[in-house]
């Protein structure tokens, strides 16, 4: 008996329908991308394995998909590593590619590589798939896209700006109103850390922190504590589980805490300057919000952190994300080379659009208009006017075999297509067809002008 065909956990088929609608997000997201000044790339689908590991910590590492080496892969195995069933030591001898995890990384290298070649700053765009070894739920697969923007080359701070109203811009073109785009400052993390004393622990602590809406106060606290960060810094600390208020209220709260970090100042400061921006330039629909426990747990992350949040009632993770990296490049050879970049997550944005029924009628939209095969001579008479349409931007189709009647029309009712053409020998004689509209059952003799007008 043959296997029933399937297809990994965390993987996924999609319909004409639903790759109609995918597109319908590419789309305005690529609109507003190039509306604000970004270039296309594309980079390879899997990275050298020395590329991606590392660099988004010891949990990110985890999640990347390792290729095993082409051939014999235990050939160049270690013996004793073999024997001792140690699969992290072992995993460099026998797989020395992965599957990329972001878009981020692989265009740090990019750009490394490339350097002679780009006019900094170097304003970029990417819309492709990526790949982590995570455990598959609603809104989280293994298999995705993302659609990066990215500024490399310029510390100023407009650009984080620009990266608000940019998110603003796209989330109002899908028409998905009332978004939060949370903000946060890695240097503002690092203040927090530096008066309660455990700068050594900052990624431990950010880490946890980042978890807050999962697992609550009491679950970040208990993390904390078992990464070794003590009880008295965990008291220094506790002021952040209680601010409340707008942007401002919030930014008055960490002064209080951060008075003795100038790290935690110069975070502070940052944070003022984008609020202050977008408060002179007000979003057409999104929210801005202070979240300083943001952390997003990536370890390149140096100034502004992104996250944006779907809107109130709507149970999904974070629809996008990015941050303030200084010196990403240096990863690579290539030093001081600032840069700030946001992503869009496509998958969880396609979920929150079809809850709220936020895709337009239109976007599903197929063939217009299906002509019935009658035979070869009736065929060919049909594709004239075929042509005709297609040239006009009207997508019709021939049915392709001369098969019964009730069999085309039912075949043209399954795919909800509005009209339906004759032209048989009477209607070639004449040199017109017979117009039949599906859902009135209404039918017309009309020229091939006329039917033009009809169903455009």
């Not at 609109?31 to 000044?37: A, E, H, P, R």
């Amino acid at each position: 008996m043959a296997q029933k065909p399937s297809i990994p956990k965390g993987t996924r088929d999609f319909s004409p329908a639903e790759v109609a609608k995918r597109n319908y997000i590419f789309g305005k997201i690529k609109s507003q991308f190039k509306n604000f000044g970004f270039q296309p790339i594309e980079t390879p689908s899997f990275e050298n394995s020395d590329t991606l590991m590392g660099k988004y910590g010891e949990e990110g590492d985890r999640l990347i998909f390792k290729i095993l080496n082409s051939g014999d892969f235990l050939k160049k195995a270690d013996e004793k590593l073999l024997q001792e069933k140690d699969s992290l030591k072992i995993t460099s001898s026998i797989s020395e590619k992965a599957l990329r995890y972001d878009l981020t990384v692989p265009f740090a290298r990019y750009v490394v590589q490339h350097q002679n070649e780009i006019d900094f700053p170097f304003k970029r765009y990417q819309i492709q798939p990526v790949w982590r070894a995570d455990r598959p739920q609603k809104g989280r697969f293994r298999e995705f896209f993302q659609c990066d923007a990215d500024v490399v080359g310029s510390k100023s701070l407009w650009q984080e700006v620009e990266f608000v109203q940019l998110y603003d811009a796209v989330f109002d073109s899908l028409g998905l109103k009332g978004v939060t785009i949370k903000l946060n400052n890695r240097k503002v993390l690092s203040g927090f850390a530096e008066v309660i004393g455990e700068q050594d622990k900052l990624i431990d602590f950010t880490v946890a922190l980042d978890k807050l809406d999962k697992i609550g106060e009491e679950g970040v606290k208990k993390e904390m504590r078992e990464k070794g960060i003590a009880e008295i810094a965990l008291e220094k600390i506790q002021p952040i589980f209680n601010l409340q208020g707008d942007f401002g209220q919030k930014i008055q709260g960490i002064k209080d805490i951060l008075a003795t970090s100038e790290i935690g100042k110069a975070g502070i400061a940052e944070l003022e300057f984008i609020e202050k921006a977008i408060a002179a330039i007000p979003l057409k629909s999104a929210k801005l919000e202070l979240d300083v426990t943001l952390a997003r747990g990536l370890n390149y992350y140096t100034g502004a952190i992104f996250e944006v949040a779907a809107p109130e009632g709507v149970k999904m993770g974070s629809i996008g994300g990015g941050g303030r990296y200084d010196d990403l490049t240096g990863i690579f050879g290539l030093k001081d080379m600032s840069g700030v970049g946001i992503s869009f997550g496509l998958d969880r944005i396609y979920l929150v659009l079809e809850e709220l029924g936020l895709f337009p009628e239109t976007v599903t939209e197929n063939t217009r208009v299906l002509f019935i095969n009658f035979g070869e001579e009736e065929a060919l008479y049909a594709l004239k006017v075929i042509s005709e349409l297609r040239r006009n931007k009207i997508v019709a189709e021939l049915y392709p075999d001369a098969a019964k009647m009730n069999k085309q029309m039912k075949y043209a009712d399954k795919r909800e297509i509005p009209f339906v053409v004759l032209a048989g020998g009477e209607e070639m004689q004449q040199e017109k067809f017979t117009l039949k509209n599906m859902k009135t059952g209404e039918q017309y003799t009309v020229s091939a002008t006329e039917l033009m007008e009809k169903i455009s």
